[in-house]
């Protein structure tokens, strides 16, 4: 399966500043998906990641908040924007791998702080 | 949308017995039943899945089993290890659209020595 390098791993943040967190995956994959995981919670997703066009956003994020890049098949960034305590949560890259299978493969995680 | 029930939210078992975890799902379309480890502080991780195609599936102490008709699915460990304590996610998703999981909320389990 797909090796996911995910930086950083954890920050602590001031409010109102933005953070930019970095996926990199050893091979080219077709999906790249960013998740959320607020402490004690589930799995939520905020976007998939589309390379060389806009990021498709679930119900309840928005591009002004959560602005994702993708120039390649092989990385990604998103963007914690104006940061709010309410944003401290662990933020997941994650990939379907290409070998048809369809496994869902998640990166460490970058564990924030919002102070 | 797909909507993955997960229950229970916690489960506190003695080392060596069994637990369960019951999902159901919502989508009939849905062909691919995902099951997840998260031990404290890690990533999740895949630990066994089923295919709509079969009924069940084990692999070692784990064992998932899958009825489509009442659109439930369940995992399985028998002689439970303190090591097997973790959060467990199920998810569901269905191979013919775009392919986005869509997870349960989550148990914890608890195996005390």
Same mark, same amino acid.
């Given at each position: ?9 954890? !920050? ?51 591009? !002004? ?21 309410? !944003? ?28 | ?23 159901? *799902? ?9 099951? *997840? ?50 959060? *467990? ?9 775009? *392919? ?14």
């Amino acid at each position: 399966s797909a090796v996911i390098s995910q930086k950083p791993s954890r !920050d602590i943040c001031q409010r109102g500043t933005s953070l930019t967190i970095q996926c990199q995956v050893d091979s080219q994959v077709t999906m790249m998906f960013w998740y959320r995981q607020q402490p004690g919670q589930s799995l939520t997703l905020i976007a998939t990641a589309n390379q060389g066009s806009e990021a498709t956003y679930e119900s309840g994020f928005v591009i !002004d908040k959560f602005p994702i890049s993708r120039p390649n098949l092989t990385f990604s960034t998103l963007t914690v924007s104006n940061m709010s305590p309410e !944003d401290s949560s662990i933020y997941l890259c994650s990939v379907v791998d290409s070998s048809g299978a369809n496994v869902l493969t998640f990166g460490a995680g970058s564990r924030l702080t919002v102070l | 949308g797909e909507n993955v029930e997960q229950h229970p939210s916690t489960l506190s078992v003695q080392e060596g017995d069994s637990a369960v975890i019951k999902c159901t *799902y919502s989508d009939s379309a849905s062909n691919y039943f995902p099951w *997840y480890k998260q031990e404290l502080g890690k990533r999740p991780q895949l630990i066994i899945d089923i295919r709509s195609n079969v009924g069940e599936k084990k692999d070692q102490r784990i064992a998932v089993t899958l009825n489509k008709t009442a659109k439930h699915f369940s995992l399985h460990i028998t002689e439970t290890q303190p090591e097997d304590s973790a959060v *467990y996610f199920c998810a569901a998703s269905s191979s013919g659209g775009s *392919y986005i999981p869509t997870f349960g909320r989550g148990t914890s389990l608890i195996v005390h020595p």
